[in-house]
């Protein structure tokens, strides 16, 4: 295997990962690319992105370029000299960016291509109730997240994890996928598979998630609201609302056949000691924690204790 001049594209703490575990290979870092240092906090600071924390502390070369298709940036692109380009969580490369290496540029997305193209692969997956996902590898191409597959690592979802939770385990597998897609591509040649071959027309999206997409909507089955707000956890939150103000919802639990409790509409609460119960398209959810405005994360039993207002319906009309 030859070792490949690598120059790295990424921000997040899911693309420092991949950096991480590149740098610690055979393959040189010869360069990371990050976004522009952004205000962030209640004083507004400028805040460097967990790549460019983790590049300094690596001593490795570093650029934030605000423009992808200036000349200064595209001249240090060049200077570096890289084999390869590997990019994880960055914003949308220009051709004249991912055609510079030999080698091509690949990308690191947080599905199992073709299914949950996106930019929320995650929290889309989990949400949809999916029993597995993973990480794929593949050569950037002018359509997002369409080129040729060239590796794959998938993963089970458990029952109750959270979109969070599952984001930690791909963390670590994409690290450890961007290392042997390099060791792949620095022994053969690697084309990779055409997805479009790999399509069963039941592929599902995975667009950019907004405050307003975690809105629960109680009219689906009890199953489906469950494995929306796990797929909403930690961002962008789901929510409801409860006598006009909002309320976010954390964790839930489905309860079997519970033909103690009266029949509920979407919905429609129905409290009893610390249980405090949600109607949905069938059988009823038991909440578990929630998060009044202004107020952390609690308890529903907790939040029951301490609240003072007719506990009726969630949200309008079941949504």
Known sequence: MTPLRIVFFGTPDFAAA????????????????????????????????????????????????????????????????????????????????????????????????????????????????AKRTGVTSFFITEDIDTGAILLQQAIAIGKKETAGEVYLRLMKAGGDLAVDTANALGTIQLEGVDQSLLLNGNEKPAPKLFRQDGRVDWRNSAEQVADFIRGMTPYPGAWTTLNGAT??????????????????????????????????????????????????????????RGYRYPIEFLGTKGH
């Open 18 to 129: 991949s950096l991480d575990a590149l740098s610690k290979s055979v393959h040189n870092i010869v360069g990371v690319v990050t976004a522009p240092d952004r205000p962030a906090g209640r004083g507004q600071r400028l805040q460097p992105s967990h790549v460019k924390q983790l590049a300094l502390e690596l001593s490795l070369p570093l650029s934030q370029p605000q423009k992808l298709k200036g000349d200064s940036f595209l001249n240090q692109l060049e200077a570096w000299n890289a084999d390869l380009f590997v990019v994880v969580a960055f914003r949308m490369l220009p051709e004249v960016v991912w055609r510079l290496p030999h080698r091509g540029t690949v990308n690191i997305h947080g599905s199992l291509l073709p299914d949950f193209r996106g930019a929320a692969p995650i929290q889309h997956a989990v949400a949809s109730g």
């Open 247 to 304: 309320l976010k919802i954390r964790g839930t639990d489905v309860g079997a056949n519970e033909s103690a409790l009266p029949h509920l509409e979407p919905g429609q609460c129905f409290v009893e000691g610390d249980n405090w119960w949600v109607g949905t398209q069938g059988l009823p959810l038991k909440l578990q924690d929630v998060q009044l405005a202004g107020k952390p994360f609690l308890s529903a039993s907790d939040v029951l």
